[in-house]
T-cell receptor, first 116, second 109 residues
Framework: ETGVTQTPRHLVMGMTNKKSLKCEQH?????MYWYKQSAKKPLELMFV???????ENNSVPSRFSPECPNSSHLFLHLHTLQPEDSALYLC???????????????FGSGTRLTVV | GENVEQHPSTLSVQEGDSAVIKCTYS??????FPWYKQELGKGPQLIID?????GEKKDQRIAVTLNKTAKHFSLHITETQPEDSAVYFC????????FGAGTTVTVRA
């Protein structure tokens, strides 16, 4: 266990469903991230939150909606997804953004999402 | 922003041999360079990192070297074992980490 917990581990959803991914960290970090990892593609940064405020949205479609109620929890709300959204969604945390990240990110194990 | 290139994309080595993965970065202000290992079904995990004030760092069978002038850094794994089979990512920082595309390492028994 890395200290970053993601649930569920696996999710199969239809294109008309609404579901949410959850990420929780107990490392005392103040920054949290959502990444998308597709087969044979680099890690794609989706959203960045720093002290609960969204600081980056990398042109992510509105069918993905993040929520960060506090520095320890991060959600990704999903609705009307497409089959090409099937991927591993990774959450990560770090001490804070806005300064060189000298201590790396801690990743969760990810949620394997399949859209049918 | 920072651009990190990683080579090779795949690497197959005989058990016991060494493996080397190379990365280049674009931002001369970058000063932190971590390496991550991702095993099947897991998220990436930090295995070693290096800061710009040192040229080499070693931890048992893994080592990382940094050449700031040339803006490249490398991961070296010696005496490879089957459990070293995984995807490895390099990264460098400006205000956030930028990741390389990953190297799939396969260690043949």
């Amino acid at each position: 266990e890395t200290g970053v917990t993601q649930t569920p581990r696996h999710l199969v959803m239809g294109m008309t469903n609404k579901k949410s991914l959850k990420c929780e960290q107990h490392l005392g970090h103040n920054a949290m991230y959502w990444y998308k990892q597709s087969a044979k593609k680099p890690l794609e940064l989706m959203f960045v939150y720093n002290f609960k405020e969204q600081t980056e949205n990398n042109s992510v479609p509105s069918r993905f909606s993040p929520e960060c109620p506090n520095s320890s929890h991060l959600f990704l709300h999903l609705h009307t997804l497409q089959p090409e959204d099937s991927a591993l969604y990774l959450c990560a945390s770090s001490q804070a953004t806005g300064q060189p990240p000298n201590y790396g990110y801690t990743f969760g194990s990810g949620t394997r999402l399949t859209v049918v | 922003g920072e651009n990190v290139e990683q080579h090779p994309s795949t690497l197959s080595v005989q058990e016991g041999d060494s493996a080397v993965i190379k990365c280049t970065y674009s931002d001369s202000a970058s000063n932190y360079f971590p390496w991550y290992k991702q095993e099947l079904g897991k998220g990436p995990q930090l295995i070693i990192d290096i800061r710009s004030n040192v040229g080499e760092k070693k931890d048992q069978r893994i080592a990382v070297t940094l050449n700031k002038t040339a803006k490249h850094f490398s991961l070296h794994i010696t005496e490879t074992q089957p459990e070293d089979s995984a995807v490895y990512f390099c990264a460098s920082n400006d205000y956030k980490l930028s990741f390389g595309a990953g190297t799939t390492v396969t260690v043949r028994a």
